[in-house]
Structures are given as C-alpha cells and as structure tokens.
C-alpha cells in the first residue's frame, strides 16, 4: 500500500505562484510514476502533469504547459508541481497519484492508469 501526502495548496491572487508537494510512503518510490489531477466543483477529474519513473519523461495538459513544471526527488519520496502565473481557472483540489512501473519509462496521463491517490489540497486562485 502506497500512501501520498499533498501540501502546499492555499488561496493565491491571479499571477501568484504556489508549489505543490507530494510524499510518499513507499520503499521503492523510483520505480513508480507519478501524476497530478485536478477537480473543480461540478466538473471531472482532469489530468495536469505527469513524470516517469525515472523523471526523464514529463507531460503536460495543454492548459498547464509553460507554467507549471512536475519534478521529483527520489531520494526524498517526493514529487513536486510548480505553479507559476496561476490563474482563477486553476482553482481546483489537487491530487497526486502514483503507479508502479514494471516495463517503459513513460509518463501515465489517464486517471485510470493510477492505482494510488492522496486526498488532494485545495488550491484556491482569485481574480
């Protein structure tokens, strides 16, 4: 069983910058991808970001791209989302997910490829 602790989340004005922490409770942290999701009120689940195992593969949603950045620190058991230029529409919850890899380094972009989630902090972008 994989445990995954979120942080960082807090209420922030349009422009502002936030970073999202991950940690994980696991031994062997460098063998799983890790991603990050959002939900909004009303609305689905949505992917944001995504690195491989190795960290040598990132993605990002559309949406996202150039300005935020996935990164992680296996050595820490953390994963890590930095948020720049944030806006109102990036108000959501946040959770990070993880998957344990047995073959391929590539990063996981669909929500059902995942088998472990943390219980999301709230990131809250005013006008």
């Known amino acids: 069983q994989v445990q995954l602790d979120e942080s960082g989340g807090g209420l922030v004005q349009a422009g502002d910058s936030l970073r999202l922490s991950c940690a994980a409770s696991?031994?062997?942290?460098?063998?799983?991808?890790m991603g990050w999701f959002r939900q909004a009120p009303g609305k689905e689940r949505e992917f944001v970001a995504a690195?491989?195992?190795?960290?040598?593969?990132?993605y990002y949603a559309d949406s996202v791209k150039g300005r935020f950045t996935i990164s992680r620190d296996n050595a820490k058991n953390t994963v890590r989302l930095q948020m720049n230029s944030l806006k109102p529409e990036d108000t959501a919850i946040y959770y990070c997910a993880a998957k344990r890899i047995y073959f391929g380094d590539s990063p996981l972009t669909t929500r059902t490829q995942y088998d472990y989630w943390g219980q999301g902090t709230q990131v809250t972008v005013s006008s």
């Open positions: 690195i491989s195992w190795s960290g040598g593969s990132t």
């Open positions: 696991v031994l062997t942290f460098s063998t799983y991808a």
